[in-house]
């Protein structure tokens, strides 16, 4: 029998909290809560949970401080922040400490359930993928160990290049925008409205680690209008 997924929810609202449980149990998750920021840090760290839905005004400890903190152990712990707070400011700090979604009060229980699977889903994606990656017959990269070679130099990558690589490398087929990136690979909100040269600085880093000529790249093409693009041939 296939163990049920489970949510752990963080919030000191009663009547928030207990809506979400009965939301997630309806649905098939086993579900467990806390209702102030260190309870719901202890709980968090304890790795039982395949999801945190966290709120960021707590007792005791802010979300932002869960998230930090948890990350700072679990890197791939799926944590999808909650809060009345819509300033840009507030939603960059949450995505940026790791969150991998940021749901504003008040909010429809339909797409908050529909954003849950989503991450999970990129979760359950994320630890199926090979950690092999092959460009061409000079480049090897280990997703896992985040190194490689390229003939006989070393590389050597920081933990965003390798995410960067991955996603583009499970999506080969097709051209990546910068707003996918930052979406999928940053964890930035899809209707943030955020100008940032992130993505090209790090698809720069990335060419002079793994193309032979950076001026004239082999691997990590840029597909004029619609983004980039690795090719594995």
């Known amino acids: 029998m296939q163990r049920k997924i489970c949510i752990l929810v963080v919030e000191d609202e009663p009547a928030i909290r207990t809506g979400l449980m009965d939301v997630f ?19 968090a760290q304890s790795g039982m949970f395949d999801l945190i839905l966290l709120d960021v005004m707590l007792p005791g400890m802010d979300g932002f401080e869960i998230c ?36 504003a009060k008040p909010f429809s229980v339909a797409q908050l359930v529909l954003r849950v699977q989503a991450v999970l889903r990129r979760a359950r994606i994320g630890a199926e993928t090979d950690h092999h990656l092959q460009l061409g017959e000079d480049v090897e990269i280990d997703i896992r160990n985040r190194d490689g070679r390229r003939g006989d130099a070393v590389l050597s990558f920081t933990g965003r290049e390798v995410e960067i690589l991955q996603y583009l490398g499970a999506n080969s087929v097709r051209p990546v925008s910068r707003e996918e990136l930052l979406n999928k690979v940053w964890g930035y909100a899809k209707d943030l409205d955020i100008e940032t040269r992130t993505v090209d600085i790090h698809i720069a880093k990335l060419r002079r680690k793994i193309e032979p000529d950076p001026a004239q790249p082999r691997y990590l093409v840029t597909v004029r209008g619609a983004g980039y693009r690795l090719l594995t041939e």
């Open 25 to 43: 149990v309806f649905h098939g998750y086993e579900v467990d809560d806390a209702t102030d920021g260190p309870t719901g840090l202890e709980k």
């Open 68 to 103: 930090e903190r948890i990350r700072a152990k679990d890197r791939d712990q799926p944590i999808i922040m909650l809060t009345a707070k819509t300033s840009d400011e507030d939603i960059i700090q949450g995505l940026s400490l790791g969150a991998d979604d940021y749901v």
